[in-house]
Protein backbone atom coordinates (compact mmCIF):
# COMPACT_ATOMS: atom_id res chain seq x y z
CA UNK A 1 0.00 0.00 0.00
CA UNK A 2 1.33 3.77 -1.41
CA UNK A 3 1.85 6.20 1.37
CA UNK A 4 1.84 8.64 -0.86
CA UNK A 5 -1.86 10.41 -0.86
CA UNK A 6 -3.00 10.12 -4.41
CA UNK A 7 -5.26 13.36 -4.37
CA UNK A 8 -1.60 15.44 -3.39
CA UNK A 9 0.41 16.57 -6.15
CA UNK A 10 4.20 16.70 -5.60
CA UNK A 11 3.81 20.59 -4.74
CA UNK A 12 1.29 19.49 -1.66
CA UNK A 13 -1.53 20.73 -3.28
CA UNK A 14 -4.89 19.44 -3.56
CA UNK A 15 -5.76 17.71 -7.45
CA UNK A 16 -8.17 15.31 -8.77
CA UNK A 17 -6.22 12.38 -9.72
CA UNK A 18 -6.03 11.45 -13.40
CA UNK A 19 -7.69 8.11 -14.19
CA UNK A 20 -7.62 8.36 -17.69
CA UNK A 21 -5.29 5.14 -17.98
CA UNK A 22 -6.79 3.37 -15.38
CA UNK A 23 -8.89 -0.13 -16.97
CA UNK A 24 -12.60 0.41 -17.25
CA UNK A 25 -13.93 -2.40 -14.32
CA UNK A 26 -16.49 -3.13 -13.03
CA UNK A 27 -16.87 -1.82 -9.63
CA UNK A 28 -19.33 -2.24 -5.86
CA UNK A 29 -18.87 -1.22 -3.11
CA UNK A 30 -20.93 -1.21 0.05
CA UNK A 31 -21.42 0.60 3.24
CA UNK A 32 -23.31 0.61 6.25
CA UNK A 33 -24.22 2.76 9.38
CA UNK A 34 -26.17 3.04 12.55
CA UNK A 35 -28.97 5.58 13.90
CA UNK A 36 -29.37 5.05 17.69
CA UNK A 37 -33.08 6.10 18.77
CA UNK A 38 -35.02 5.82 21.67
CA UNK A 39 -37.53 3.11 21.65
CA UNK A 40 -40.30 5.74 21.39
CA UNK A 41 -38.91 6.83 18.47
CA UNK A 42 -38.70 3.66 16.86
CA UNK A 43 -42.35 2.81 17.40
CA UNK A 44 -43.49 5.87 15.75
CA UNK A 45 -41.14 5.28 12.84
CA UNK A 46 -42.72 1.86 12.97
CA UNK A 47 -46.22 2.93 12.90
CA UNK A 48 -46.06 4.89 10.39
CA UNK A 49 -47.52 8.00 11.89
CA UNK A 50 -44.31 10.22 12.27
CA UNK A 51 -45.34 13.73 12.04
CA UNK A 52 -43.30 14.24 8.54
CA UNK A 53 -44.78 11.05 6.97
CA UNK A 54 -43.20 8.11 5.05
CA UNK A 55 -39.65 7.92 7.43
CA UNK A 56 -37.90 4.77 5.85
CA UNK A 57 -39.11 5.66 1.98
CA UNK A 58 -37.96 9.40 2.05
CA UNK A 59 -34.07 8.31 3.69
CA UNK A 60 -34.52 5.56 1.23
CA UNK A 61 -34.79 7.91 -1.70
CA UNK A 62 -32.18 10.52 0.02
CA UNK A 63 -29.80 7.60 -0.09
CA UNK A 64 -30.13 6.83 -3.40
CA UNK A 65 -29.80 10.93 -4.94
CA UNK A 66 -26.42 11.47 -2.89
CA UNK A 67 -24.86 8.91 -4.36
CA UNK A 68 -25.54 10.10 -7.55
CA UNK A 69 -24.65 13.51 -6.75
CA UNK A 70 -21.45 12.48 -4.95
CA UNK A 71 -19.10 14.52 -6.93
CA UNK A 72 -21.05 17.65 -6.15
CA UNK A 73 -20.57 17.16 -2.62
CA UNK A 74 -17.44 15.60 -2.36
CA UNK A 75 -14.27 17.64 -3.44
CA UNK A 76 -12.09 15.64 -5.70
CA UNK A 77 -14.16 12.50 -6.76
CA UNK A 78 -15.26 11.82 -10.36
CA UNK A 79 -18.62 12.07 -12.22
CA UNK A 80 -19.87 8.14 -12.05
CA UNK A 81 -22.30 6.67 -14.21
CA UNK A 82 -23.47 4.80 -11.35
CA UNK A 83 -25.58 1.32 -12.75
CA UNK A 84 -26.83 0.69 -9.58
CA UNK A 85 -27.68 2.03 -6.09
CA UNK A 86 -29.65 0.38 -3.39
CA UNK A 87 -30.12 1.63 0.22
CA UNK A 88 -31.49 -0.74 2.86
CA UNK A 89 -33.30 0.58 5.82
CA UNK A 90 -33.86 -2.01 8.92
CA UNK A 91 -35.76 -1.04 11.96
CA UNK A 92 -33.57 -2.96 14.76
CA UNK A 93 -34.85 -2.98 18.31
CA UNK A 94 -31.82 -4.63 20.18
CA UNK A 95 -29.84 -1.84 19.18
CA UNK A 96 -32.93 0.59 19.33
CA UNK A 97 -32.37 2.36 15.96
CA UNK A 98 -32.02 1.87 12.06
CA UNK A 99 -29.62 0.09 10.18
CA UNK A 100 -28.82 1.59 6.91
CA UNK A 101 -26.09 -0.35 3.87
CA UNK A 102 -26.00 1.11 1.05
CA UNK A 103 -24.49 -0.97 -2.15
CA UNK A 104 -23.39 0.83 -5.37
CA UNK A 105 -22.17 -0.39 -8.82
CA UNK A 106 -20.52 0.57 -11.54
CA UNK A 107 -18.16 -0.06 -14.46
CA UNK A 108 -15.54 2.92 -14.70
CA UNK A 109 -12.02 3.58 -14.33
CA UNK A 110 -12.61 4.48 -10.32
CA UNK A 111 -14.32 3.38 -7.71
CA UNK A 112 -17.37 3.63 -6.08
CA UNK A 113 -16.59 3.68 -2.21
CA UNK A 114 -17.58 7.38 -1.73
CA UNK A 115 -21.03 7.12 -3.78
CA UNK A 116 -22.09 4.11 -0.98
CA UNK A 117 -20.52 6.17 2.18
CA UNK A 118 -22.58 9.19 1.07
CA UNK A 119 -25.68 6.80 0.30
CA UNK A 120 -25.30 6.28 3.93
CA UNK A 121 -24.75 9.24 5.45
CA UNK A 122 -27.30 11.29 3.41
CA UNK A 123 -29.97 8.14 4.76
CA UNK A 124 -28.84 8.64 7.95
CA UNK A 125 -29.60 12.57 8.16
CA UNK A 126 -32.83 12.22 6.58
CA UNK A 127 -33.98 9.63 9.09
CA UNK A 128 -32.62 12.43 11.44
CA UNK A 129 -34.46 15.14 10.35
CA UNK A 130 -37.84 13.37 9.55
CA UNK A 131 -37.83 12.09 13.38
CA UNK A 132 -35.89 15.01 14.96
CA UNK A 133 -39.10 17.02 16.20
CA UNK A 134 -39.52 13.53 18.75
CA UNK A 135 -36.32 12.35 19.04
CA UNK A 136 -33.25 15.38 19.55
CA UNK A 137 -30.73 12.87 21.08
CA UNK A 138 -30.73 10.38 18.14
CA UNK A 139 -27.25 9.51 17.11
CA UNK A 140 -25.16 7.84 14.02
CA UNK A 141 -23.16 4.94 14.73
CA UNK A 142 -20.00 3.19 13.17
CA UNK A 143 -20.76 4.97 9.39
CA UNK A 144 -17.99 2.24 7.34
CA UNK A 145 -17.08 1.55 4.03
CA UNK A 146 -17.63 -2.57 4.40
CA UNK A 147 -16.70 -4.20 1.48
CA UNK A 148 -15.31 -2.96 -1.91
CA UNK A 149 -14.49 -5.12 -5.25
CA UNK A 150 -12.82 -3.84 -8.74
CA UNK A 151 -9.97 -1.75 -9.82
CA UNK A 152 -6.20 -2.23 -9.26
CA UNK A 153 -6.87 -2.80 -5.53
CA UNK A 154 -8.85 -5.44 -6.00
CA UNK A 155 -11.04 -6.89 -3.15
CA UNK A 156 -11.50 -5.61 0.15
CA UNK A 157 -13.63 -6.92 3.08
CA UNK A 158 -13.84 -4.58 6.48
CA UNK A 159 -13.01 -7.44 9.45
CA UNK A 160 -15.81 -8.57 10.67
CA UNK A 161 -18.38 -7.90 8.05
CA UNK A 162 -20.99 -10.24 6.42
CA UNK A 163 -21.53 -10.47 3.13
CA UNK A 164 -24.17 -8.58 1.58
CA UNK A 165 -24.03 -5.79 4.33
Known amino acids: MSKKLSHIDDKGEARMVDVSDKAVTARTAMAEGFVAMTPATLALLESGNAPKGDVLGTAR?????????THEL???CHPLNLTKVVVH???SAEPTGVHVAAEVKTSGQTGVEMEALTAVSVACLTLYDMLKAV???MSFN?????EKSGGRSGDWRAPSAKKGA
Open 61 to 69: IAGIMAAKR
Open 74 to 76: IPL
Open 89 to 91: LEP
Open 135 to 137: DRG
Open 142 to 146: AIRLV
